[in-house]
């Protein structure tokens, strides 16, 4: 770029965007950005994330169910506490399993398709599950509905990301984790209301509602224009990005600076290429926001809530907290939404990571001295199979778990929930995007698994706090590795991100 046009724009820049090299390619002005319409791309976002609706209601589908099923008449549906681990953990072996498929069927198939693709899977499970006449036909089940978890924790994100532009990124990126707190939710007020006249198959009924509208919208969706270029179609990429930005729009201008970036990144990744630190830097940091994401505990806290709510005698009735936490947890996520394109992705962070490490500190440390006097050690250490030990609370001070759970979930809805997801679409480099986002998933629902299937051994073990105690120690170091290593990406291209990471600096803060 010509200095005379380059020191311009140093000069506007402001200091918060200094650690992007200016030469990354101009900003799309704000007169562009006014003249967009955005009906069609919400609509576009609307029909993917509805996938994240099923997803949050399959994760959460064993909260309910797992009482139901502790007391089921029937020995072959009757849970005892291996197999009720194995149903609150196996949801997210299939996920992981989804993860990796993600990691071919995103290049392959291109985004929209890999969702569509996840509807299968779904639905089938989703029926097995209706139908169930055994724990195997359970068990496998919520393996396909993890499966097709995993391939939409992948796909969804990157295809908003895509053919979304910097004004709403930041919004339409959080879509996802509000979806999938909804599902949850909806999850939780039907487990409530459905089971007063019906029995939990009906849960399972109702998650084939979401899956089948969204093969039907999607089926009007276009594909990502960045995808569509990757495979030389630039015709129907064209089209695509008109129909998603609007006719009368200046969306050439936004299509070259898109095509020139795919032209850049045209050949596939080789081995070699990952020692560059334009690849495996922005890998290294997605993956590991993945893994710490799960290691905070928030898989755990959804799957076994009613049961961690039974145990530390909270006022109210179970299911009636967890409905709670689920207000709690969508409004937050709202919050992160509109707030996210504003106030920036890691002040975000750091407020998320320290409402959780003193939401988890403080369920801890309650569990330890408050629940082992009331209800004696034998009891703090059961959490499954619990119907015989009920637990009355004595006074107010049973709250505490209660506010402590809420706050833990409203810190995660705020940032560590949506903005590791949004964060794992906008730095990876498009060349390894299908691969990397695949690779991030897999990473995260195997980190997932063993928490839940080792969560009820060391309860058992050693008592409810002491998994509390240790997410308290990750969400420390999650306030660590967002200084140290999580960029800031607020109003910036897909593009710009790109050639930040181009630099090959060894700081991302200054």
């Given amino acids: ?247 009368d729009t200046d969306y050439a201008r936004e299509y070259e600076q898109i095509k020139d970036s795919v032209r850049k990144q045209s050949r596939r990744i080789s081995c070699a290429e990952i020692k560059d630190p334009f690849i495996y830097k922005p890998i290294l940091i997605a993956v590991g926001m993945r893994f710490l994401q799960q290691l905070s505990g928030v898989t755990c806290v959804l799957v076994y809530l009613q049961s961690i709510f039974k145990k530390t005698s909270v006022i109210l009735k179970p299911e009636y907290d967890a409905a709670l936490v689920g207000l709690v947890r969508l409004f937050s996520v709202v919050i992160a939404a509109v707030s996210m394109d504003k106030a920036g992705r890691k002040i975000l962070l750091f407020v998320s990571a320290g409402v959780m490490l003193v939401s988890n500190l403080t369920m801890g440390l309650y569990i330890h001295f408050v629940t082992v006097s009331q209800n004696g050690t034998i009891a703090n250490k059961t959490l499954v199979s619990s119907a015989n030990l009920p637990a009355e609370p004595t006074n107010y001070i049973t709250l505490i778990p209660l506010l402590a759970t809420m706050f833990f979930i409203m810190g995660y809805a705020m940032g560590w929930g949506p903005i590791t997801w949004l964060l794992m679409s906008e730095i990876l480099p498009l060349k390894a995007r299908g691969v990397a986002s695949g690779l991030c998933v897999v990473v995260s629902w195997l980190t997932a698994f063993t928490l839940t299937q080792f969560f009820l051994r060391v309860v058992e073990a050693f008592g409810l706090e002491v998994p509390f105690l240790f997410f308290a120690v990750i969400c420390a170091g999650n306030i660590f590795f967002t200084g140290c290593c999580v960029p800031e990406t607020k109003g910036r291209s897909l593009e710009q991100i790109e050639a930040f990471f181009r630099t090959g600096r060894r700081s991302f803060m200054r």
């Fill in 1 to 247: 770029m010509e200095p005379s046009v380059r020191e311009p724009l140093v000069r506007k820049t402001s200091s918060s965007y200094r650690t992007f090299p200016e030469s990354a390619g101009k900003r799309l002005d704000k007169e562009y950005l006014r003249s967009l319409h955005n009906k069609r791309l919400y609509l576009a976002v609307f029909a993917a994330v509805l996938g994240n609706f099923s997803f949050g209601f399959a994760l959460v589908y064993p909260s309910p169910v797992i009482p139901a099923l502790e007391a089921h008449p029937s020995p072959a549906l009757r849970l005892d506490q291996h197999t009720a681990s194995w149903f609150g953990s196996v949801f997210t072996l299939g996920a992981a399993a989804g993860g990796l498929s993600a990691m071919f069927l995103n290049d392959r198939l291109g985004r929209k398709l890999s969702i569509m693709f996840s509807a299968v899977p779904s639905a089938v499970g989703y029926a097995l599950m209706a139908g169930a006449q055994g724990i195997g036909m359970l068990l496998l089940g919520r393996v396909l509905t993890g499966y097709a978890g995993g391939v939409t924790s992948a796909s969804i994100p990157v295809y908003i990301s895509e053919i979304s532009h910097p004004g709403v990124r930041g919004m339409l990126g959080a879509c996802p984790q509000i979806m999938a707190v909804l599902g949850s939710l909806i999850l939780y007020a039907l487990g409530k209301y459905l089971r007063l006249v019906l029995d939990w198959r009906w849960l399972a009924v109702a998650g084939e509602v979401p899956v089948l509208t969204m093969i039907i919208l999607l089926c009007f969706m276009p594909n990502s224009p960045r995808f569509l270029l990757s495979k030389g179609k630039e015709d129907e990429a064209m089209g695509s990005l008109c129909w998603l930005r609007g006719k």
